[in-house]
């Protein structure tokens, strides 16, 4: 029933700031005991977590990008926004975003962990 949908620019220049927003049809983003992922998938690797913000706003990060993450929602629009600073060629990927009920396994992904997936979308980071 949920839909997810990502949207942003699909390249991004090295040092600047990759934006992307998740649009959440058919259900509230402060619904009761959900959390809303970023994650991406570079060629050749797997579906690596990024972080995700939960239904009262908290935010948890992967280790080795919590410098350079933030996530954040519009609760009035229902979406909620990636912004990945000084990003650099090897975090051209394609960007999804997800929904889970309870926090999501952080590690190796299971795609089935997760209840509703966007279409994902290709961001390239070049000059």
């Known amino acids: 029933q949920v839909q997810l949908q990502e949207s942003g620019p699909g390249l991004v220049k090295p040092s600047q700031t990759l934006s992307l927003t998740c649009t959440i049809s058919?259900?509230?983003?402060?619904?009761?005991?959900?959390?809303w992922s970023w994650i991406r998938q570079s060629p050749g690797k797997g579906l690596e977590w990024i972080g995700y913000?939960?239904?009262?706003?908290?935010?948890y990060y992967r280790s080795s990008l919590k410098s350079r993450t933030s996530i954040s929602r519009d609760t009035a629009r229902n979406q909620f926004t990636l912004q990945l600073r000084s990003v650099t060629p090897e975090d051209t990927a394609v960007y999804y975003c997800?929904?889970?009920?309870?926090?999501?396994?952080?590690?190796?992904?299971?795609?089935?962990?997760?209840?509703?997936w966007g279409q994902g979308t290709q961001v390239t980071v070049s000059s």
């Open positions: 997800a929904g889970s009920v309870g926090t999501p396994a952080t590690g190796v992904i299971n795609r089935a962990d997760f209840e509703s």
């Open positions: 913000i939960g239904f009262r706003g908290g935010t």
């Open positions: 058919g259900g509230s983003i402060t619904a009761t005991n959900y959390y």
